[in-house]
């Protein structure tokens, strides 16, 4: 299996423009999970989805930012417009288990923002 | 919201040596989990306790899951410098959305 597979890696954009991050869960996997991780704040989950539907949206920090799953192997975290302040390596993670706790974590998305 | 205490922030050891970390929560947890993340990798899930008291083993790696379901500790023996990285504790809820959070991490450092 190839694991959570997240693009692109590194991604290094100027203030107001629009980002869009994007991830593949491991196929069966019924569970999707956005995370931020920044030093001061450490891992944050930013949303999570279950069969496609979004469960908890509560960690997303503004309107700024916006997610979708449009098929279960498939999902974008956009955000629009970017600030500096949003820079920080963004991880993707799903689950198989009925209760979310096994995270399969994709390599990430480092997110600069000048 | 729930918050977890890691500690320590950070480990410089010696290889060979023992290593022990921990996190305490001020609220109870269904679930306690161990990850570690390499340098520009996301972290990979290490041991998952499931109920109070239990005591888990991976290799050279030992978790324990408190018996107040409040803390739990991870044990490393016998360090190797493969062993570098971040720990992170994590604790989930099921009475509140399965909601997980995640401890600050423990660095560790192992000198050969």
């Known amino acids: 299996d190839a694991g959570v597979i997240q693009s692109p890696r590194h991604e290094v954009t100027e203030m107001g423009q629009e980002v869009t991050l994007r991830c593949k869960p491991i196929?069966?996997?019924?569970?999707l999970f956005w995370y931020r991780q920044t030093m001061m704040r450490g891992l944050e989950l930013l949303i999570y989805?279950?069969?496609?539907?979004?469960?908890?949206d509560s960690g997303m920090p503004e309107d700024r930012f916006s997610a979708k799953m449009p098929n279960a192997s498939f999902s974008t975290l956009k955000i629009q417009p970017s600030e500096p302040r949003d820079s920080a390596v963004y991880f993707c993670?799903?689950?198989?288990?009925?209760?979310?706790?096994?995270?399969?974590f994709g390599s990430g998305t480092q997110l600069s923002v000048l | 919201g729930q918050q977890l205490n890691q500690s320590p922030q950070s480990m410089f050891i010696q290889e060979g040596e023992d290593v022990s970390m921990n996190c305490t929560s001020s609220?109870?947890?269904?679930?306690w989990l161990w990850y570690k993340q390499d340098p520009g990798e996301g972290p990979v899930l290490l041991i998952a306790l499931y109920k109070a008291g239990e005591l888990t083993s991976n290799g050279r790696l030992t978790a324990q899951f408190g018996i107040t379901r409040k803390d739990s500790f991870l044990n490393i023996s016998a360090s190797i410098p493969s062993d570098v990285g971040i720990y992170f504790c994590?604790?989930?809820?099921?009475?509140?959305?399965?909601?997980?959070?995640f401890g600050a991490g423990t660095r560790l450092t192992v000198k050969p």
């Open positions: 609220s109870i947890f269904n679930t």
């Open positions: 196929s069966g996997h019924n569970s």
């Open positions: 993670a799903s689950s198989l288990e009925t209760t979310n706790e096994k995270l399969f």
């Open positions: 994590a604790g989930q809820n099921l009475d509140n959305n399965n909601d997980m959070r």
């Open positions: 989805f279950n069969n496609n539907v979004p469960i908890d």
